[in-house]
Structures are given as structure tokens and as C-alpha cells.
């Protein structure tokens, strides 16, 4: 029997020279490519910015939060 080949590629991440360091074009372009990132998506920016202050509201006030909707959805059923 022959035994299987594998010959799948190994990928290696790291960088055992110099050629892996950032050039001065390079860093220019990633700062141009962030400093237009935030002006093209500004609303969806925005939109994060303001799940985040909810996701921080509602965390550190839990309980709190589950009580009054709880209280919002029974004075809802009790209304209708």
C-alpha cells in the first residue's frame, strides 16, 4: 500500500529578514486609506459609536434594564 502524499503547502507568518518592513510609501498610503475610511463611512461610524453607548448602558445596568422592560411589556398587556 501506498501511503498518501501530502502535498499541501506549509505557510509560514513570520518574517525572518528585513523584507517584511514597512516602506515610507507604505505607511503613507495605509495613512491615507485611514484618514478617508472614516469620511466615507462616517454614519456607520456614527451608528457603532452609538450601539456602543447603548451596549454600555444596558451592561452595567442589566438587571435594571431587564425590570423596566419587563414593567413596559406588562403595562402593555394590561392596556390592551
Known amino acids: 500500500m501506498h501511503s498518501p502524499t501530502n502535498t499541501r503547502l506549509a505557510w509560514c507568518t513570520a518574517a525572518h529578514n528585513d523584507s517584511a518592513k514597512s516602506t515610507r510609501a507604505d505607511l503613507l498610503a495605509l495613512g491615507e486609506h485611514l484618514n478617508a475610511c472614516p469620511q466615507l463611512h462616517r454614519h456607520l461610524m ?22 423596566v422592560l419587563a414593567l413596559v411589556i406588562g403595562l402593555g398587556a394590561w392596556m390592551l
Open 46 to 67: 456614527t451608528l457603532h459609536g452609538a450601539t456602543e453607548v447603548m451596549n454600555g448602558f444596558v451592561a452595567t445596568r442589566f438587571v435594571s434594564t431587564l425590570l
